[in-house]
């Protein structure tokens, strides 16, 4: 059995954020190795940035449903049964605001979700990590994480040191935290953003080059991830690729299964840009690849909501390109038609990275903020994609089904409740306003049924910890509805002069958005009124 892969090895993986709100109960996991298994895959990473336990560390993944050692040697000893390495993948730098919260890491932060870099605690704390990871799992792989740290020694370094080199203190900080890998026998991998976008002003995919790794002092042993997830161009694939080849370090490639833009996946547009990407790492001799499954903004997607991507990357990855061979083998698999499963990507819509199924649930009805986005037309969407949706929940993977046919049922009302308000307000028409008062209160109760079913979802493959968030979002949902509601009863019914908000003229969301035209924001924080500190 392979445990531990080469660079001259092909080797096909997927990265499961588990630190956005879900933490993946081990019960679930275990069904997602088999499956993973049976496509092909050689490894999984669980991208954990504090949801495990450290010794010595109580607030350390406090309150967020983390990983205990048994568990983790458990699903660790259960991937390796089945031919999957299971590699940890951690953070060394950024992405740390779960444990920045607490005054015990204080001493250690250097602004927004940094490490301090250069700090004693800092390097304490990242040793307990890999001792962590040392004693519980058997691979001697790991992924450092070191992404999108933008603002890095310009907070509490900056007041300790001074102003300085950012690659400067990006190297020594990677050769410091590389020392402590080789100390516990791992052979580290990170993110190459940092290096690239350095060189580019802020810009990943900008087009210079930055120096060479040997220049820079980059240990040797570090293997850089490229990470792209948003094109469907070859050529531009090709020329990052190559950069990247010419960094003068091993490159391993990571695409992305898009299942966290809310609750709805984009399968579709993933799969094409999958296939793009993977003739490219083909051509380019990058045999390293890997799946990332990220769960932004809260984990609403389902965990098998990303399955036709994985699939059809794992046929990608053996050269098979042939669209219907791709089709027929899922199916096969699955037992679900591959047609019928990517009606999961409906409800936004196939083939763009849009998300109105999110922005117009949590979209203010009386603010409107997203309502020159709204298509009148796009509500029978919704209709005819819940009832789709419906045949599907009673086959496998009905949760997901259910839960998604549910959320249709919402925006059947819910995505252009505000613009119709603001119509029949706008034209003094209080026997419209009445009307719709009466699908305010139609929507709440269907609201309250997707709650129901997206709460089974949740528990049905998730500890509990996170849910918090969805109950807050959710239940400050319907409170919002049922307030509206009634005020515009009240205006309907001559019992008030107006409504204030709805005297508001809505301005594009973005400057020159075209109005009717869906956009992809997953923000829920901003969906709903200004995002405090903008």
């Excluded at 060479?212 to 990470?227: F, I, M, R, T």
């Excluded at 792209?228 to 695409?255: E, I, P, S, T």
Aim: aromatic share 14%; glycine share 8%; proline share 3%.
């Amino acid at each position: 059995m392979q445990t531990q892969d080469t660079q001259n090895n092909a080797a096909l993986g997927v990265m499961l954020d588990c630190s956005r709100g879900a933490v993946y109960r081990l019960s679930v996991l275990r069904q997602f190795v088999d499956e993973l298994a049976r496509m092909g895959y050689t490894s999984l990473q669980l991208y954990a940035e504090d949801v495990y336990e450290i010794a010595d560390e109580p607030y350390f993944g406090y309150l967020r449903g983390r990983y205990s050692a048994e568990e983790i040697r458990e699903l660790d000893a259960y991937a390796a049964e089945r031919g999957i390495e299971l590699i940890p993948c951690i953070q060394t730098l950024a992405h740390l605001s779960g444990i920045l919260r607490w005054d015990e890491y204080e001493c250690c932060h250097d602004l927004d979700d940094i490490l301090l870099a250069g700090e004693e605690r800092t390097y304490a704390l990242i040793e307990k990590m890999f001792a962590f990871c040392a004693e519980n799992f058997r691979s001697r792989n790991i992924h450092i994480g070191m992404d999108e740290a933008h603002r890095l020694g310009l907070g509490k370094y900056l007041q300790k040191n001074g102003l300085k080199d950012r690659f400067s203190i990006l190297r020594d900080h990677l050769v410091k935290v590389c020392s402590i890998a080789k100390k516990y026998g791992f052979t580290p991998m990170m993110w190459s953003d940092m290096f690239f976008s350095l060189a580019n002003n802020g810009d990943y995919y900008g087009p210079l080059q930055p120096p060479c790794a040997d220049e820079l002092g980059v240990p040797p042993e570090v293997k850089v991830v490229y990470w792209d997830y948003m094109r469907r161009d070859y050529g531009k694939y090709d020329a990052l690729l190559k950069a990247h080849l010419q960094f003068g370090r091993d490159v391993v490639f990571a695409c992305g299964g898009w299942e966290w833009y809310g609750f709805v996946p984009h399968n579709a547009y993933s799969m094409e840009a999958a296939r793009e990407s993977f003739r490219a790492c083909a051509d380019n001799g990058v045999r390293r690849i890997f799946v990332t499954l990220w769960k932004d903004d809260g984990a609403e997607s389902s965990l098998w909501s990303a399955l036709p991507v994985l699939f059809a990357a794992s046929e990608y990855f053996r050269g098979n390109f042939d669209e219907a061979s791709v089709a027929a083998a899922f199916c096969k698999q699955f037992g679900v038609s591959l047609s019928d499963f990517l009606c999961a990507d409906d409800p936004d819509g196939r083939g763009d990275i849009c998300n109105p199924s999110k922005y117009m649930l949590y979209s203010d009805p009386f603010l409107g903020m997203f309502d020159r986005t709204v298509d009148e037309k796009y509500a029978d969407v919704y209709t005819k994609t819940r009832k789709k949706m419906i045949a599907l929940s009673r086959g496998r993977f009905g949760t997901m089904f259910r839960t998604l046919a549910d959320l249709c049922g919402v925006m059947e009302i819910k995505y252009a409740l505000g613009y119709r308000v603001r119509k029949a307000y706008r034209a003094g028409d209080r026997e419209a306003l009445a009307a719709i008062a009466d699908d305010f209160a139609r929507t709440e109760r269907r609201l309250k049924k997707f709650i129901k079913s997206f709460s089974a979802q949740w528990n049905e493959e998730c500890k509990p910890f996170g849910f918090e968030k969805h109950d807050l979002r959710l239940g400050g949902l319907l409170q919002r509805l049922s307030h509206c509601r009634r005020r515009l009863r009240e205006y309907a019914e001559g019992r008030s002069d107006c409504i204030e908000e709805l005297e508001e003229e809505i301005l594009p969301f973005r400057k020159g958005a075209e109005d009717g035209k869906a956009l992809a924001f997953n923000d829920w924080l901003y969906t709903s009124a200004v995002k405090p500190g903008l």
